[in-house]
């Protein structure tokens, strides 16, 4: 009776090792842009191409994330260059990321990719 308990309990233990998985994949329909796939994980958000996002606040309806590239000036003090943002807003299954470039402090130029049909 031991062992039956003990291979039931080993067994039901290695087939739920999925039940928790911190891994969520979103396809999408590119408007302006390819068709990708975002795939949601604990700390990123990855596209289908490999660029990766920082994860930022996950809701029960929308996921954003961020990247920031900087540069070093001429004394050393890190600023902003760039920041690529993402979002995913699955109540209307549509998404975005935008890029916006700084100069000086200010937004200097902003693109943008639109997605649908997100699934």
């Known amino acids: ?9 080993v067994l039901s233990l290695l087939l739920s090792g999925n ?17 990708t ?4 994980t604990k700390d990123n958000i990855i596209l289908s191409d490999g660029f ?29 260059f760039s920041r690529y943002s993402v979002l995913i807003n699955l109540s209307d299954r549509r998404a ?6 700084y100069k000086d402090g200010l937004t200097a130029d902003t693109n943008s990719h639109y997605y649908s049909n997100c699934r």
Do not use: E, H, W
């Open 52 to 80: 990766v996002f920082d994860l930022d606040t996950v809701t029960s309806t929308t996921v954003t994330g961020y990247k920031n590239y900087y540069r070093r000036n001429f004394f050393g003090i890190k600023k902003i």
């Open 19 to 35: 039940a928790f998985a911190n891994k969520i994949s979103i396809q999408c329909d590119g408007d302006n842009t390819p068709n």
């Open 1 to 9: 009776m031991k062992k039956l308990f003990s291979t039931i309990l």
């Open 37 to 40: 796939t975002f795939t949601i």
């Open 96 to 101: 975005s990321i935008k890029r916006y470039d």
